[in-house]
Structure formats: C-alpha cells, structure tokens
C-alpha cells in the first residue's frame, strides 16, 4: 500500500523559503508520477505540483516560485517554496498523481504571516 510522511512545514514571513519533503514507500517511485497538494481553510483541495519523466508542471498561483523536484535512490519528493505569500497558508500533502485517495497522509502546516 502507498504510504506517504510529509515533513518541513513551519511557520514563515512573507517573502521567506521553506522545503518540503515527502517520503514514499508502496510503489515504484521512480516510475510514479508525484505531486504536491495544499488545502487552506475553507477551500478544497489542489494540485500545487506535479513531477513525472516527463518533467514537471505548476500552478499558475506558484510558477516562478516554488520547484518540485525527486530523489528516486531516497523514494523522496521535494517542494522548495520561495517568494512565500500569505496566501500559499495551507496544509501541504504530497501523493502520486493523479492521488491515491487512500493514501492522504497528515501534511504538513505551512504558515506565511508576519
């Protein structure tokens, strides 16, 4: 079964960083498409990134900004965040995309406030 523990949420002020990790277990990660999601308060969840061999593909709301990217020897999927806005305030979950519904893990917090 898939299993997926994001990590490196946190609190940030406006125009700061944070990396996000995810590691994977329970499919071939190198073969996987992965992806980034976050949900704020209030509002459904969305694809924020997306990795696969074919290359990557981003939101509008975070292209520029935020990189995706994977290590297939560490079955872990990054999401380096700069340029952070208030408005990227939200759970982050990491799963393959298209998502494993059974898979949602907890996400991690990712709070952009001064």
């Known amino acids: 079964q898939v299993q997926l523990v994001e990590s490196g949420g946190g609190l940030v002020q406006p125009g700061g960083s944070l990396r996000l990790s995810c590691t994977v277990s329970g499919i071939i990660f190198s073969m996987t498409p992965t992806g980034w999601y976050r949900q704020a308060a209030g509002k459904q969840r969305e694809l924020v990134a997306r990795?696969?061999?074919?290359?990557?593909i981003y939101a509008d709301s975070v292209k520029g900004r935020f990189t995706i990217s994977r290590d297939n020897p560490k079955k872990t999927v990054y999401l380096q965040m700069n340029s952070l806005k208030p408005e990227d305030t939200a759970v982050y979950y990491c799963?393959?995309?298209?998502?494993?519904?059974?898979?949602w893990g907890q996400g991690t917090q990712v709070t952009v406030a001064s």
């Open positions: 990795i696969s061999n074919g290359g990557t």
């Open positions: 799963n393959t995309y298209p998502p494993t519904h059974l898979a």
